[in-house]
């Protein structure tokens, strides 16, 4: 049994309202950026307040707090990319 050859083409302009979700992608892309912004700042505190004051864990969690903040930084950054070349590759399943 054959199925009928399915096509997908994704289009920003197919639909109404498509504009509005760009908006609003571009928009919690911003507001995740400035989190990731203020973790990084708040982890760099404790991490100085901790290794200031010898207190070894607080000192641990504000470095895991800074590379968290960076590596959700990196991810929100690569989320394009990665979606488009993931999409790309599934295209190219038979």
């Not at 083409?9 to 892309?29: F, H, M, R």
């Not at 070894?56 to 707090?65: D, E, I, P, V, Y």
Request: glycine share 10%; hydrophobic share 55%.
């Amino acid at each position: 049994m054959e199925f009928a050859g399915v096509t997908l083409t994704p289009s920003v302009s197919a639909l109404p309202g498509a504009s509005v979700l760009q908006q609003l992608a571009n928009g919690l892309g911003a507001w995740a950026l400035i989190g990731s912004l203020i973790a990084l700042l708040l982890g760099a505190v404790m991490w100085a307040i901790g290794s200031h004051t010898q207190n070894m864990h607080q000192s641990a969690a504000g470095r895991r707090t800074v590379v968290t903040s960076l590596i959700a930084a990196v991810l929100i950054g690569a989320a394009p990319s990665l979606i488009n070349f993931f999409f790309t590759t599934g295209l190219k399943v038979h």
